[in-house]
């Protein structure tokens, strides 16, 4: 059924098959424009479900764009989240909101995050990202409206790659069994996934035979084909007492020659001149007004730039944002090819087997292999399966084998928590997990990929040993050091984003023993202009407060405590606590005597780092009855939301600025009681 006046029961409008496909063609075009603006994003998805898109929102879903959560409306999930863009130019082009918005896609602030939000976005039914639960999502759905015996449809999208989720497979069990015939499952069947083709990193064929198996209607057709399109949602409609699979043959990243069928458009997007290539590969180069729509972008990056950097604390008149001073110059790199780099140097040891789950470039495990094809055979790729990765990997272990286990950190230790708990921590085995893209500084991609809460997991965990190294460097020495020599259940955490190197290759790295940095004066290179000490090491200089800090949090940490004695004559200790699991109660202790102000700084909801170090001084009999202050740096109980990497340190009160504000803070109040 067309759009439709929920008031009235009129149609909004009917469009033919003709003007159905002109539209999906100029929505692939609005598409690459808006991915250009963002500079990030996914092309190759959003690419192959378009027509499915402007088949749905204009003329199969009963949907009235005034009144976006009318009670009776077919429902549209998409379960494959990263495909967000194609969802905001389906609502924008029904009316929901003007379609030309989209170009904010991705910016701070905007509605149009990297993983759609419902609470957002009106129009948006749920808020997805974490492959594999949109389709349990719409089984409890299509339940509610039999419940309330209403006659609405509910449509997943779903991806071949998300296929691979056990969780999937529990919902498809389900609706068969409760014989759900509202529900209807679109299957974006492109072939591709990060990793490259399905059927070669986790062959899920043969889908229709499974479906049937579970008692599901399965039909097939051309994705692209607008005629099949339409058939097929109209015929599903006319069987009873079973789900229903629309399997959609696609190409991902069709219509864009440069883009067809290549894994490595998956979650990345064009560059202004990759835009304008795909522009006249659509036939769109003179159709779409490119330069009106960038403007709209800029501009309202503008306004978000002004909102944001009106909340930052001013520590001074200078400027001393990384690489913005004539001297203290830093070198950035991402702490995850530290992570890499250890494994590619190690990993001729016959005992270490990796394990791939889809993300394998993205979080570097994948450099175990390459240009080293003997080691393909300790190569395992389960595709996007992250509680059976981890459950395997204790059934390695247990065999003798050192398994290292790697995703974002928020499907590293939440999706798969009870196999780490039981099948992992129980057994005590020797199971290496990497916690990649940790923080908000992971950037456009939003909440759903942020991990904010995975050390309040993995640190509950008995037997658990957690470390959160500060650079690249760094994580290469911890990767290599967890590896070998501790024994038991191991996670690292890293970021994604280029972070300040602020360690050398002759640094020491002592586990569980935190090293100490202390600013003395400003010096050409930032690294220089800091005396780094181990802490069993240190001499107290009876500095005037202490901040304690992991992971990129340190750097964030160091240009604080620059800026507090630049400006105010603040001696700072920074404690670099790359272990915090075990933890080093007696440098915690030490420097709360010594110091009297604890700051701790995580990039993590208040409570990962903070909680840990607030028990020690707590419970601490040394400390009873000394002036002790401890406050917190850290994300403030909310999720993570889409923006440039620095913008979201300081949209979340986690950048050096911040911590110096509160250092200030702390400092006047206690001079002010003496």
């Known amino acids: 059924m067309p759009l ?13 098959v003709e003007e159905l496909k002109e539209i999906a063609n100029y929505l692939r075009g609005l598409n690459l424009v808006a991915l250009a603006a963002a500079g990030s994003g996914h092309s190759g998805g959003t690419l192959s479900i378009m027509d499915i898109v402007t088949a749905l929102y204009l003329h199969v879903a009963r949907l009235d764009p005034k009144e976006p959560f009318w009670e009776d409306r077919d429902r549209i999930i998409f379960s494959t989240g990263h495909k967000a863009p194609a969802l905001y130019l389906g609502l924008g082009i029904a009316g929901f909101f003007p379609v030309e918005d989209v170009v904010r896609l991705r910016k701070l602030y905007s509605p149009y995050q990297g993983h759609p939000h419902w609470l957002k976005l009106d129009g948006v039914e749920f808020s997805t990202g974490s492959l594999g639960q949109g389709l349990s999502i719409g089984v409890g759905v299509a339940y509610a409206g039999k419940l309330k015996n209403k006659d609405y449809y509910v449509y997943v999208i779903n991806g071949d790659g998300e296929f691979q989720e056990g969780n999937i497979w529990e919902a498809v069990m389900e609706a068969g069994h409760f014989k759900l015939d509202n529900l209807v499952s679109i299957l974006d069947k492109n072939r591709l996934q990060i990793d490259g083709w399905v059927e070669e990193v986790m062959n899920i064929d043969p889908v229709k035979d499974k479906f049937e198996a579970f008692h599901w209607y399965v039909i097939e057709i051309d994705g692209h084909n607008m005629e099949e399109i339409l058939w097929a949602f109209e015929e599903v409609k006319k069987i009873k007492g079973k789900p ?129 094809p003997e080691r393909l055979k300790r190569w395992i790729e389960v595709g996007i399966a992250e509680q059976s990765a981890t459950a395997m990997a204790a059934g390695l272990a247990k065999e003798g084998f050192l398994p290292v286990f790697g995703t974002y950190s928020t499907f590293a230790c939440a999706r798969n928590l009870d196999q780490l708990r039981v099948s992992v921590c ?116 009876n500095e005037d407060l202490t901040i304690i800090a992991c992971g990129p949090m340190v750097p964030e940490a160091m240009r604080a405590a620059w800026m507090l004695k630049e400006e105010y004559g603040i001696e700072v200790r920074v404690i670099n606590l790359h272990t915090l699991k075990p933890i080093n109660r007696d440098v915690i202790v030490q420097a709360a005597l ?81």
């Open 426 to 541: 129980y057994g005590n085995f020797n199971v290496f997990v990497a916690g990649a893209h940790g923080g908000v500084s992971v950037g456009p991609d939003g909440a759903t990929h942020q991990g904010l809460e995975d050390l309040f997991a993995v640190c509950g965990l008995p037997n658990m040993h957690v470390c959160v190294p500060c650079d690249a460097i760094e994580t290469k020495k911890a990767t290599k050091y967890m590896l070998f020599n501790i024994v038991g259940p191991k996670y690292i955490r890293f970021a994604r984003e280029a972070t300040p190197i602020v360690t050398r290759e002759d640094t020491p790295f002592v586990w569980n023993v935190p090293n100490i940095y202390r600013y003395r004066k400003e010096s050409e290179k930032f690294i220089d202009a800091f005396d780094i000490y181990l802490a069993t090491e240190y001499k107290n200089e």
């Open 244 to 372: 229903k699979l629309i399997i959609a043959h696609t190409i991902k990243g069709k219509g864009v020659s440069f883009m067809e069928n290549k894994a490595e458009w998956h979650g990345k997007a064009p560059t202004v001149e990759q835009m304008w290539q795909g522009l006249k590969d659509l036939g769109l180069d003179k159709k779409i007004d490119v330069e009106r729509l960038f403007k709209i972008a800029e501009e309202y990056q503008k306004e978000a730039t002004k909102k944001l950097m009106a909340k930052v604390p001013k520590i001074g008149k200078k400027d001393y944002f990384w690489n913005r001073q004539p001297n203290m110059k830093v070198e950035m790199k991402a702490t995850r090819f530290g992570f890499g780099e250890a494994l590619a140097e190690v990993g001729d040891d016959p005992r270490i087997v990796c394990i791939g789950a889809d993300i394998s470039d993205s979080i570097t495990i994948s450099h175990f292999y390459k240009d080293k």
């Open 594 to 674: 010594e110091t009297g102000i604890i700051i701790t700084a995580e990039e993590h909801q208040i409570g990962g780092l903070a909680n840990r170090v607030a028990a020690i001084v707590a419970s601490a009999r040394e400390l009873y009855g000394k002036n002790v202050i401890l406050d917190y740096i850290g994300v403030k109980d909310r999720f993570g939301e889409s923006g440039a990497p620095w913008e979201l340190m300081w949209e979340f009160e986690v950048s050096g600025e911040h911590i110096a504000a509160k250092a200030k803070e702390l400092f006047d109040f206690v001079k002010s009681k003496k």
């Open 4 to 16: 439709i006046d929920s008031k009235t029961g009129k149609i909004i409008k009917t469009y033919t």
